[in-house]
């Protein structure tokens, strides 16, 4: 089963990438804390990665992989190369006219995502957090132009079975901004000035990044070729079937966007969301991604080749894996949520006020995760049969009720009611999505999926249990000092795991079996 080897090669690169970014965060942590200065960072930051998953994300893993492999099958490489050339080139000229459009109104774009940051001032110096985030946003701006070209050039490779370079160049990203901080951080600079080199550090990843993928095209014998944007067929039908998957995509993230303008009212809120926010992407990032990125072409291709039992099969195995790893990772995100905030973030500028604060946004986002992680799985497949109107609408749904819910539960119990109100709307999605599958007879759940669900929710709270009474003794060992810290995280994460997989093996969640048949076919 080449899903399976897909998503171990994509998931592993992707969990390197992520653990690197945990590291990132901590060192964040570390240095800006929970602040004026954090708050302005993480707004800036959001800007151009929001626009990003719009352009990149949205369009294109809704549009072009599919389109792009049709060509591949239908009319060979070397139209289907052709194609990609075209649009790079339509790709290029859209979002470098809004890269510019917000480099010229950023003093005023800004105010959709920070439209709180401008109520409080640095007693200190007396600068307005506004100020801060504008000049941030404007340095990192250009990521999202550079991004969206190595998201395309992606999205050959994937398309091609190549999805190890993919997969890490995120890596990248990580290692720039890790540079920038231990940099920053043993010269001595200024939270501010720390977040001009971090603002700096992420745009020049985005050339490398960029720069990488197309050498992997290269060497893959892709021919990709900048050329003059034209209106032509085959770009004509990317915009149809792009456009309303990046309003879905866009619909989704503006929707996050609101939230973290919301959250900007209370001083310092944003901050401990993104921190909260950071945590839970950890396994959406391994899992959820790692499984959409190499569903979609397994998918498109069965589809192609009229194999519609094939797809079904691999539609039910890819919710069998997410389940089977996400739902554990939601379990322990839920019942301990301090243990893990303290022991990876309190330290210098990050006190126990701000753990206790992020605490309670974590939890919220806990029970969301298999949500998350499902609607990465779940959208590919209609995005395989180019339907992007239908996910597009369902996104829509989702976005009001997160907008609506989040307001009212803001006012009421608080900023984590931005978090639950973002749970609540992706399992609404979760489950509209699934029933146009049922009802289209896309998705059948075969027994295998039904017998192990149970299964593994059995196993997972027999994990969490444990977590609670191993982390309970363990909290008071926490000390600040990064290699203890982690050294016991790591002790109780990894006994929860064993735990875990011996509790899985036990009530037959899974079968080695399994595991090795997959890999065989592969």
Same mark, same amino acid.
């Given at each position: 089963?080449?899903?399976?080897?897909?998503?171990?090669?994509?998931?592993?690169?992707?969990?390197?990438?992520?653990?690197?970014?945990?590291?990132?965060?901590?060192?964040?942590?570390? =240095?800006?804390?929970?602040?004026?200065?954090?708050?302005?960072?993480?707004?800036?930051?959001?800007?151009?990665?929001?626009?990003?998953?719009?352009?990149?994300?949205?369009?294109?893993?809704?549009?072009?992989?599919?389109?792009?492999?049709?060509?591949?099958?239908?009319?060979?490489?070397?139209?289907?190369?052709?194609?990609?050339?075209?649009?790079?080139?339509?790709?290029?000229?859209?979002?470098?006219?809004?890269?510019?459009?917000?480099?010229?109104?950023?003093?005023?774009?800004?105010?959709?995502?920070?439209?709180?940051?401008?109520?409080?001032?640095?007693?200190?110096?007396?600068?307005?957090?506004?100020?801060?985030?504008?000049?941030?946003?404007?340095?990192?701006?250009?990521?999202?132009? &550079?991004?969206?070209?190595?998201?395309? =050039?992606?999205?050959?490779?994937?398309?091609?079975?190549?999805?190890?370079?993919?997969?890490?160049?995120?890596?990248?990203?990580?290692?720039?901004?890790?540079?920038?901080?231990?940099?920053?951080?043993?010269?001595?600079?200024?939270?501010?000035?720390?977040?001009?080199?971090?603002?700096?550090?992420?745009?020049?990843?985005?050339?490398?990044?960029?720069?990488?993928?197309?050498?992997?095209?290269?060497?893959?014998?892709?021919?990709?070729?900048?050329?003059?944007?034209?209106?032509?067929?085959?770009?004509?039908?990317?915009?149809?079937?792009?456009?309303?998957?990046?309003?879905?995509?866009?619909?989704?993230?503006?929707?996050?966007?609101?939230?973290?303008?919301?959250?900007?009212?209370?001083?310092?809120?944003?901050?401990?969301?993104?921190?909260?926010?950071?945590?839970?992407?950890?396994?959406?990032?391994?899992?959820?991604?790692?499984?959409?990125?190499?569903?979609?072409?397994?998918?498109?291709?069965?589809?192609?080749?009229?194999?519609?039992?094939?797809?079904?099969?691999?539609?039910?195995?890819?919710?069998?894996?997410?389940?089977?790893? %996400?739902?554990?990772?939601?379990?322990?995100?839920?019942?301990?949520?301090?243990?893990?905030?303290?022991?990876?973030?309190?330290?210098?500028?990050?006190?126990?006020?701000?753990?206790?604060?992020?605490?309670?946004?974590?939890?919220?986002?806990?029970?969301?995760?298999?949500?998350?992680?499902?609607?990465?799985?779940?959208?590919?497949?209609?995005?395989?049969?180019?339907?992007?109107? %239908?996910?597009?609408?369902?996104?829509?749904?989702?976005?009001?009720?997160?907008?609506?819910?989040?307001?009212?539960?803001?006012?009421?119990?608080? &900023?984590?009611?931005?978090?639950?109100?973002?749970?609540?709307?992706?399992?609404?999605?979760?489950?509209?999505?699934?029933?146009?599958?049922?009802?289209?007879?896309?998705?059948?759940?075969?027994?295998?999926?039904?017998?192990?669900?149970?299964?593994?929710?059995?196993?997972?709270?027999?994990?969490?249990?444990?977590?609670?009474?191993?982390?309970?003794?363990?909290?008071?060992?926490?000390?600040?000092?990064?290699?203890?810290?982690?050294?016991?995280?790591?002790?109780?994460?990894?006994?929860?795991?064993?735990?875990?997989?011996?509790?899985?093996?036990?009530?037959?969640?899974?079968?080695?079996?399994?595991?090795?048949?997959?890999?065989?076919?592969?």
């Amino acid at each position: 089963m080449r899903l399976l080897k897909s998503t171990a090669i994509i998931g592993s690169l992707t969990l390197v990438s992520r653990l690197l970014g945990l590291v990132r965060e901590v060192l964040i942590a570390r =240095f800006l804390g929970a602040g004026i200065v954090s708050d302005a960072f993480f707004t800036a930051f959001k800007l151009p990665n929001v626009f990003r998953r719009m352009f990149a994300e949205g369009a294109f893993n809704a549009a072009f992989v599919p389109l792009y492999a049709r060509r591949i099958e239908e009319e060979g490489e070397e139209s289907a190369d052709a194609f990609a050339s075209e649009a790079m080139a339509a790709l290029f000229f859209a979002v470098a006219i809004v890269v510019i459009l917000f480099e010229l109104t950023m003093p005023w774009s800004l105010s959709l995502i920070g439209y709180g940051l401008d109520k409080a001032i640095d007693p200190v110096s007396g600068i307005s957090p506004y100020y801060l985030a504008v000049i941030y946003a404007q340095i990192t701006m250009p990521y999202l132009l &550079f991004m969206s070209l190595a998201a395309l =050039f992606s999205g050959v490779l994937n398309t091609r079975n190549h999805f190890a370079l993919a997969a890490a160049i995120p890596i990248l990203l990580n290692l720039f901004m890790i540079s920038a901080l231990l940099m920053a951080g043993l010269a001595g600079w200024s939270q501010k000035s720390i977040a001009y080199g971090l603002a700096l550090a992420v745009s020049l990843s985005g050339v490398v990044q960029m720069l990488t993928v197309l050498w992997g095209c290269r060497k893959a014998g892709v021919k990709i070729g900048l050329k003059r944007p034209r209106l032509t067929p085959g770009v004509k039908r990317l915009v149809i079937l792009g456009v309303p998957g990046m309003i879905s995509a866009g619909i989704t993230q503006i929707n996050l966007l609101i939230s973290h303008s919301i959250a900007t009212m209370q001083q310092s809120a944003a901050s401990w969301l993104t921190y909260a926010d950071r945590l839970y992407q950890l396994p959406l990032g391994m899992i959820g991604i790692a499984m959409g990125i190499a569903l979609l072409p397994a998918l498109s291709r069965r589809l192609r080749a009229g194999d519609t039992d094939g797809a079904k099969q691999s539609l039910n195995r890819a919710i069998e894996i997410a389940a089977f790893l %996400t739902i554990p990772a939601a379990f322990a995100l839920a019942v301990i949520p301090e243990f893990l905030v303290g022991g990876l973030y309190q330290r210098g500028a990050f006190t126990a006020e701000t753990t206790a604060q992020v605490t309670k946004a974590l939890r919220m986002f806990a029970y969301g995760v298999p949500a998350f992680v499902l609607l990465k799985v779940l959208t590919p497949a209609f995005f395989a049969r180019e339907d992007t109107k %239908t996910p597009m609408i369902y996104a829509g749904i989702s976005a009001l009720i997160n907008i609506g819910l989040g307001l009212y539960l803001f006012q009421s119990i608080g &900023f984590q009611g931005l978090a639950l109100a973002t749970t609540v709307a992706a399992w609404t999605n979760v489950v509209c999505l699934t029933w146009i599958l049922l009802k289209d007879n896309s998705f059948v759940p075969d027994l295998r999926l039904l017998s192990r669900l149970p299964r593994i929710v059995l196993a997972s709270a027999v994990m969490a249990v444990a977590l609670i009474a191993i982390s309970a003794p363990m909290s008071s060992h926490l000390s600040g000092n990064f290699i203890k810290d982690f050294t016991i995280l790591g002790g109780v994460c990894g006994a929860g795991l064993v735990i875990y997989a011996a509790a899985a093996a036990l009530l037959r969640a899974f079968n080695m079996s399994d595991i090795r048949d997959a890999l065989k076919r592969s």
